[in-house]
């Protein structure tokens, strides 16, 4: 039972960083932690990925005629080395979305941000009232 | 020519606004870049009519890119499901493109009209991907595609309105976490059966039965398509993204975005995984109808209380979204139909819908509130004559598109013995009718502030007007809408049942 349990330990890793990462993103207020929790969400599934591809003994997909070479599949690291890609670019927007926001509001908090846009709301259905209120009289 | 042009037109469609859009954001002048744009996505639609008649005429369409013969390579296939969608999507983008001619300009710097256009056609080339791809792993790379340019899109609203920014970052951080879901279930079953491409997957998972990994890598695709595709609870990023997106990338991403993942939610439930099996059945039972159920009513009742316009068609739309997974959910061919009938439908009246109010609010030159609609109506006539047919097709009264899909729905629902969820149907259209009539009070009946002098412009109505008739006349005439839906359930659910 314990060997069967520890013997999948690059599992245990990925499913502990995966859990990490979603919790960043979704218990931390902070956009540019949010961002951090993401790209290590994403990076424990370049390791599932990468781990279903393992053979233990397994060589690289070359030929080399010897008949009882175990090769291991290397569609997964193709695959990963794909989502690699979609990953930065998707860090990329994220962290300069982060900065125009920064410049925007002043600050990357998710309280003072909700506290601001709330107030601009509020603004905007109240400014409109009056002046339609002014005009009844 | 026209040979190879027939041949190829699976990954035409795909590769056109794809190719175009590098080439639009070389172009230095506005009009310029807009006029490519309008004749790329013409083109797209052309090619979509084309492939439409391919497989009614003759059969579906398997294509092999790059020559690698699927399951191995990578297939893009179009037969009478996937085409539903591509002509949705081809067809409202270029509406939207022609409506975004004036618009885009008044809300947009003019040093990155053209930048806009390219993220705009790269979008509108992601959804279109999305559809027809027939492999799990490069459905996600067009997810993500279609979903950053989408992001990038809505952050360009930023520069009229700072909320923008966040709302384009939480469509970002939920985006990217639905779309890893839906990697990490891809992963899971390609460990267990081997294969990325979705008809060879569909294959493999029926031999399979009792597998842990399977039902944590159904879990986790459906999860994450439903998040991509706003299905209530997980619809949080869907108002804002909408709302504060410039107006014309309103219009483009209400009628589209969330459509192409409700396609690819149905191809998961029914096509890779079979209906029979008990899992798809638990999950659409269990979890999907009941979300369905509270998506109508808290969509309706948040639309009910909002005073923002643009957020109060966002609010509607995961209502509308509810009514297309109810029907998904029911199961049966007749309710896959009519939700495919919604589907074509809603994309209709919300394009029109948002359409109108963004110009309206081009005319007075601020954001809608409820408040400061007072008097418009009057002022803009023909915008709101296509507002007020339109709203009376989203609440699905007769002679327009919204009633046929209703019809379908309600009609599925009694057949499959579900008379009370007919009747919730029925009860959260007559909500809808609350906040329609909120809007079109303050538009007509309202005394308007000041003098409003407002000559409205054929260049920002005329696409209006388009939307509005094929409102009309597919409430008029659904014959082919019908047939093609019922053709698309009949593939999707005929030979498992």
New interface residues.
Partial sequence: MISSTLGVWNYWIVFFL?MIG?FL?IGRKN?LK??VG?TI??TS?FL??IT?GKIQGGTPPILNNINETVYSNPL?HV?IL??IV?GV??TA??LS??L??NS??GSIEEED?SAQ?LI??HD??ET??K??V???K | MIDIIIKNLPILVVLTPLMMSLIVVLISNNFLSWLLTLFTTLITFIFSLLLYQEVYLHTAISYALGNWVPPLGIEYLIDKVSIIPIIIIALISFLATFFASKIMPAEINNSSISKVYSLWLLAIAGLIGLVTTGDA?NL??FL?ISS?AS??LV?MG?QKD??A??A??NY??LG??G??FY??GV?LL??ITGTLNLADLSNRIAEISDNKALIAGFGFMVIGIMLKAAVFPLHIWLPRAYAYAPSAVSVLLAATATKASLYILARILFSVFDISDNLVTYTLQYIILPLSILAMFAGTIMAIYE??IKRLLAHSSIAQIGYITLAFAIGTKASVAAGFIHLFNHALIKGALFMAITSMGFYINK?I?I??L?GLGRAMPITFVCFVICSLSLAGIPLTAGFISKLYIIKASISADGIWIAFLILASSALSVVYLWKMIEALWF??S??VLNIKEKPEIYIALLMITFLNIYFGLDASIVVNSSFEAANQLLGVQK
């Fill in positions: 995966m979603l993103v956009l949010k961002i993401l969400f994403q599934v599932l990925y279903f997964p695959l794909t989502a979609v670019a998707t927007l994220g979305l982060v125009r926001i925007e509001y941000i846009d601009d709301y905007l259905i409109s009232k002046i339609s002014k005009f009844k | 792993f996600f790379v993500e950053l992001v990038a952050a930023g700072k909320q920014l966040v384009a970052y970002l951080i990217a976490i779309a890893t990697v990490i992963g390609y460990g005073k923002d954001r509130t408040n400061n007072s309202h005394e502030p000041k």
